[in-house]
């Protein structure tokens, strides 16, 4: 076994950039709450400090060891964030979960990880302690997201009783290899799994994030979108942390919302998904704002001309802590790319027989780095999945497939699960749905493969319609059927009212392919 690397980040960790940041910018605001009810909040860098040292104070207090995981389970507010860095900052582990999560699910996240503890908020209150009949202790919070709680929650102590005296905090070393926290991953055929980072992923991240976004102590980053997510701990808070910027959290994201907090705090900053942007579409445009960039999937889309505001476009994982792809704040990118390589990883894009890829042709994305700092240190508790994770040279795979422009900009293609095998040939789901998409009357599609006894698989598109049509279906398959190959086109189109959806937004493709296997 080779030996150790030395960190870039030896002798710290997440302490030492709160510490050296409050020591720093103490006075300088670092985040500041905005509630959609109830009152608004702030802090600075030197109150968010202490925040973070007298809930790691109280986390010593009742026991909970270096190393030992905690079940932290609320929608964004400012306690999901003191929850998760203050763990952290004790040593601790936050297990960070999907707030949509059944109580199934919850159970199997608790369980997993071997929580010894858990907070959460009013309204999950009563999964959260079904799901958890043997855990140590629960934690709620006064308020679910600044409105005022439905019901008390029997048996939880309140969140502010977790803070003790700072002064009692025992030293440790600053172990960058130490664990931060876990975060479960969507899963498609078996339970999720928990992808856990080092404190040096976590640093990876914010100053990666931070120099990637071109960040700046004057910057006002709005984060809407969902704590427990990668996107908003990464790019948005741990890259806002790094650079001394200002982060302002509302609950969740917000057409109507948007425009008013981005103008009251001066916001330059906003990490997207194009479910807000094409949300924002319909709202009135300001005369005047202060971003200077948003980040999405897909560098300088259209948009940017109508917001006035430069898009940079990533591509990133969770088992990547940071953008693996990015696009450029100083240079132009080449529109709807996912941008180049980002420094720190090596990117490559293989095609079948494991050669790089020509310009103009699509192949699987495997990515290179540092586990532990550039990629995720293992799934917890689940070393099988890790070592499928990786192939025999390191690098680890993505299951994305990605075309190499002849600009040399890199383009999203498809997931690999996406691709369906018909008749023996390949066929991508996204280029179904592009066909799709561009019919008239059709709002939104999600194409999936059926099994099938004679072709192994078959396409099917289910298809939301953006008002009755009795002639919708009989469009799309003219239009499938002048743009596609036969093997391509769908073999069902079925009409429904709404679509599955999973983190950010995103269309739950594994629950359509469940209902068609059931049947």
Not at 133 to 145: K, L, S
Not at 315 to 337: C, F, L
Not at 461 to 482: E, G, S, T, Y
Request: glycine content about 8%.
């Amino acid at each position: 076994m080779s030996p150790r690397p030395i960190s870039p980040f030896e002798g710290m960790d997440i302490r030492t950039l709160i510490d050296d940041q409050a020591r720093l910018r103490g006075d300088r605001p670092c985040l500041t709450w905005e509630p959609v009810e109830g009152d608004g909040q702030s802090w600075s860098y030197g109150e968010f400090r202490q925040a973070l040292r007298c809930f790691a104070a109280g986390l010593q207090a009742r026991g909970v060891r270096p190393g030992e995981r905690v079940l932290v389970h609320l929608d964004n507010c400012p306690e999901s964030l003191i929850a998760w860095l203050g763990c952290a900052y004790a040593g601790a582990v936050a297990v960070t979960t999907n707030a949509k999560s059944s109580r199934d699910e919850i159970a199997y996240f608790a369980s997993h990880s071997g929580a010894v503890g858990a907070i959460t908020q009013p309204q999950f209150a009563t999964a959260v302690a079904a799901a958890t009949p043997a855990i140590g202790w629960r934690a709620v919070t006064q308020t679910d997201n600044g409105a005022p709680a439905s019901a008390p929650a029997a048996g939880f102590e309140p969140f502010s009783a977790i803070d003790a005296d700072p002064a009692a905090l025992l030293e440790r070393p600053h172990d960058p290899w130490a664990d931060f926290a876990i975060q479960y991953t969507s899963g498609t055929t078996a339970r999720p799994k928990a992808v856990l980072w080092t404190h040096a992923n976590a640093l990876w991240g914010a100053r990666s994030c931070a120099t990637n976004e071109d960040l700046r102590p004057s910057d006002v980053h709005l984060t809407h979108l969902p704590l427990f997510h990668t996107n908003a701990q990464a790019y948005s808070v741990l890259a806002a942390l790094w650079a001394g910027a200002h982060v302002v959290l509302i609950p969740r994201f917000s057409a109507s919302r948007f425009w008013p907090v981005s103008l009251k705090h001066g916001a330059t900053w906003s990490s997207m998904v194009p479910f807000c942007v094409k949300a924002l579409v319909a709202q009135p445009l300001p005369a005047a704002h202060s971003y200077r960039f948003w980040g999405n999937g897909v560098c300088e889309p259209a948009w940017d001309k109508h917001f006035g505001v430069k898009t940079i476009g990533w591509w990133g994982m969770t088992e990547t802590i940071a953008h693996g792809t990015v696009g450029s704040a100083r240079q132009p990118d080449a529109p709807m790319s996912m941008g180049r390589p980002a420094p720190g990883y090596e990117i490559h894009v293989l095609n079948d027989e494991g050669a790089p890829v020509a310009p103009g042709e699509t192949g699987d994305l495997f990515v290179g780095g540092l586990r532990g700092v550039a990629l995720f240190k293992e799934y917890a508790g689940d070393p099988v999945a890790t070592a499928a994770a990786f192939r025999e040279d390191g690098l680890f795979i993505t299951g994305d497939r990605v075309r190499l422009g002849a600009d040399g900009f890199l383009y999203f293609a498809d997931r690999s699960k996406d691709m369906l095998k018909v008749g023996g040939e390949n066929v991508a789901a996204s280029e179904l749905e592009r066909v799709i998409a561009g019919v008239h009357g059709v709002a939104e599609v999600a194409v999936v493969a059926k099994r099938h006894p004679m072709l192994d698989e078959v396409p099917v598109a289910f298809v939301i319609p953006a008002a009755p049509d009795d002639n919708l279906v009989q469009r799309i398959l003219d239009a499938c059927r002048q743009s596609l190959a036969s093997f391509k086109q769908p073999h069902e189109i079925r009409l429904t009212d709404s679509l599955p959806r999973s983190t950010l937004e995103k269309v739950a493709k594994a629950e359509l392919r469940a209902l068609l296997a059931q049947e």
